[in-house]
């Protein structure tokens, strides 16, 4: 069965400096979603992506944040001047145009030091 | 936007016995409730759904029943195994555009052999 694929499964990094998260979306699948989930709390939404642009971001989604679709597989969230906040599991999702059934990849554990 | 709320966080079963995880949410509009079962270092994976135009749907020994009046749904788990200890996601979804589900925090189940 498909499944959606993220790389790498735990990135360390040190304050200030950019990280770049990658996501293999299932391959028939139109809308991708990047999630984050600090630990112990709640799986929250950062941003959705359909048709080469952002269609929905949330407040947590900020400048520091960007995504990018660079080739036909490939669905990468970079985050900038990290700070010690952003440690948490990352999460991406897609779906396809005909169902509301979203489906996640393992996650990326950053962790910011 | 949706608000979700779980409960409880943590639920202690014996093996055999049912469990039941609660969800309200605030906007009456969403119409697309799914459950996400994430074990220990495992993707969320989506174990059952139910739309708003259904009050009940069960899959084996999970059910889901939703009560839009007044915007409650439920997860039930019968017969619990060992190996239905996990932590359960409610979710719910607006019909715009990308869909996005909101998560619950999450109940953490623990089945006891």
């Known amino acids: 069965e498909p499944e959606v694929t993220q790389t790498p499964s735990h990135q360390v990094t040190q304050m200030g400096q950019e990280v770049i998260l990658r996501c293999v979306p299932i391959?028939?699948?139109?809308?991708f979603y990047w999630y984050r989930q600090i630990l112990g709390q709640k799986v929250e939404f950062l941003v959705s992506?359909?048709?080469?642009?952002?269609?929905?971001k949330s407040e947590i989604f900020d400048d520091q944040f960007s995504v990018e679709r660079p080739d036909g597989s490939n669905f990468t969230l970079k985050i900038r001047s990290t700070k010690l906040e952003d440690s948490a599991m990352y999460f991406c999702?897609?779906?396809?145009?005909?169902?509301?059934?979203?489906?996640f990849g393992q996650g990326t554990r950053l962790t910011v030091v | 936007g949706e608000n979700v709320e779980q409960h409880p966080s943590t639920l202690s079963v014996q093996e055999g016995d049912s469990a039941v995880i609660k969800c309200t949410y605030s906007d009456s509009a969403s119409n697309y409730f799914p459950w996400y079962k994430q074990e220990l270092g495992k993707r969320p994976q989506l174990i059952i759904d139910i739309r708003s135009n259904v009050g009940e749907k069960k899959d084996q020994r999970i059910a889901v029943t939703l009560n839009k009046t007044a915007k409650h749904f439920s997860l039930h788990i019968t017969e619990t195994q060992p190996e239905d200890s996990a932590v359960y996601f409610c979710a719910a979804a607006l019909p715009r555009g990308s869909y996005i589900p909101t998560f619950g925090r999450g109940t953490s189940l623990i089945v006891h052999p």
């Open positions: 391959s028939n699948h139109l809308y």
């Open positions: 999702a897609s779906r396809t145009g005909g169902t509301e059934k979203a489906f």
């Open positions: 992506f359909y048709n080469n642009e952002i269609s929905e």
